[in-house]
């Protein structure tokens, strides 16, 4: 019980959820933060880094479906100005484009190299649908060669789980603190769209919305080395971000 109270934590920004995690998500672990379209999954992650930019962190932001000037008005709406701290070079945001096949390789280098402290993927549904490029598994980790032939359509799921599993891999070996988004149908029981993700993931938080009650709610699903409840917690999307009501 002494080595998990000593567990170092890192604080999310999000005024009360730390003190329900223990004072925020376990150090170096990756975190899935599932929801539906317009739950708060990029607002989260904004608030996260901007928190880290308080605290002294290096910050990397990966996103793949918007440009990052579109990213950098939105968040500034929301009081997260990032100008200064991208300036410092405190924080980064990259665009990864799903049509490069270097992809991967962008992602892997920039997180491996880059000593952060914090990353967010944003999110990780298009790269786990795009179509699987890779040599024989086993043979080489190169998962941008080419060569459907190798497998049979059956052989999809171990490949997606491969494929994901990469991504996943290439966040805990940084040593980083990382958020990972997967968007969710509307009114999905399921925790990622993939239904893999969750798996692979230390943590899974789920942001959810009741547009007849007009209420938002966040969910502790998993959080590893941690006591949490798993009722769904009311929330308001506002100035500042995400805040427990
Ligand atoms: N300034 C604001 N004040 C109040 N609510 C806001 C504000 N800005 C955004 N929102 C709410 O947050 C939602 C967008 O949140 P966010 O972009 O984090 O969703 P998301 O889960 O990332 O969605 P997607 O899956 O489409 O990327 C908007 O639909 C709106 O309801
Ligand atoms: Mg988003």
């Given at each position: 019980m002494d080595g998990l109270r000593k567990m170092e934590r890192v604080r999310t920004g999000i005024d009360g959820l730390d003190?329900?995690?223990?004072?925020?998500?376990?150090?170096?672990?990756?975190?899935?933060?599932?929801?539906?379209?317009?739950?708060?999954?990029?607002?989260?992650?904004?608030?996260?880094?901007?928190?880290?930019?308080?605290?002294?962190d290096k910050c990397l932001f990966l996103t793949l479906d918007k440009?990052?000037?579109?990213?950098?008005?939105?968040?500034q709406e929301?009081?997260?100005?990032?100008?200064?701290?991208?300036?410092?070079?405190?924080?980064?945001?990259?665009?990864?484009?799903?049509n490069k096949k270097?992809?991967?390789?962008?992602?892997?280098?920039?997180?491996?190299?880059?000593?952060?402290d914090r990353v967010v993927?944003?999110?990780?549904?298009?790269?786990?649908?795009?179509?699987i490029y890779m040599r024989h598994a086993g043979v080489t980790n190169d998962i941008n060669i080419i060569n459907p032939e190798?497998?049979?359509?059956?052989?999809?799921?171990?490949?997606?789980?491969?494929?994901?599993?990469?991504?996943?891999?290439?966040?805990?070996?940084?040593k980083c603190t990382s958020l990972v988004t997967s968007?969710?149908?509307?009114?999905?029981?399921?925790l990622s769209r993939d239904g893999i993700s969750e798996f692979l993931a230390d943590a899974v938080i789920v942001l959810s919305l009741d547009p007849t009650m007009d209420r938002r709610k966040l969910s502790v699903m998993k959080m590893r080395s941690t006591k949490h409840t798993l009722r769904p917690l009311d929330i308001e999307i506002g100035r500042g971000g995400i805040r427990l009501i």
């Amino acid at each position: 019980m002494d080595g998990l109270r000593k567990m170092e934590r890192v604080r999310t920004g999000i005024d009360g959820l730390d003190e329900i995690i223990g004072g925020g998500i376990p150090k170096g672990t990756v975190t899935l933060i599932s929801g539906p379209p317009g739950s708060g999954k990029t607002i989260f992650c904004y608030q996260f880094l901007y928190k880290g930019i308080e605290e002294g962190d290096k910050c990397l932001f990966l996103t793949l479906d918007k440009k990052v000037d579109g990213l950098l008005i939105q968040a500034q709406e929301l009081g997260f100005d990032f100008q200064p701290a991208i300036e410092r070079g405190q924080i980064k945001f990259l665009f990864l484009d799903i049509n490069k096949k270097l992809i991967y390789e962008v992602m892997t280098n920039e997180v491996l190299s880059g000593e952060y402290d914090r990353v967010v993927l944003d999110s990780i549904t298009p790269l786990s649908e795009m179509p699987i490029y890779m040599r024989h598994a086993g043979v080489t980790n190169d998962i941008n060669i080419i060569n459907p032939e190798d497998f049979s359509p059956g052989d999809t799921f171990p490949i997606r789980r491969l494929h994901l599993h990469y991504i996943m891999n290439a966040l805990d070996t940084a040593k980083c603190t990382s958020l990972v988004t997967s968007e969710l149908p509307s009114n999905s029981t399921a925790l990622s769209r993939d239904g893999i993700s969750e798996f692979l993931a230390d943590a899974v938080i789920v942001l959810s919305l009741d547009p007849t009650m007009d209420r938002r709610k966040l969910s502790v699903m998993k959080m590893r080395s941690t006591k949490h409840t798993l009722r769904p917690l009311d929330i308001e999307i506002g100035r500042g971000g995400i805040r427990l009501i």
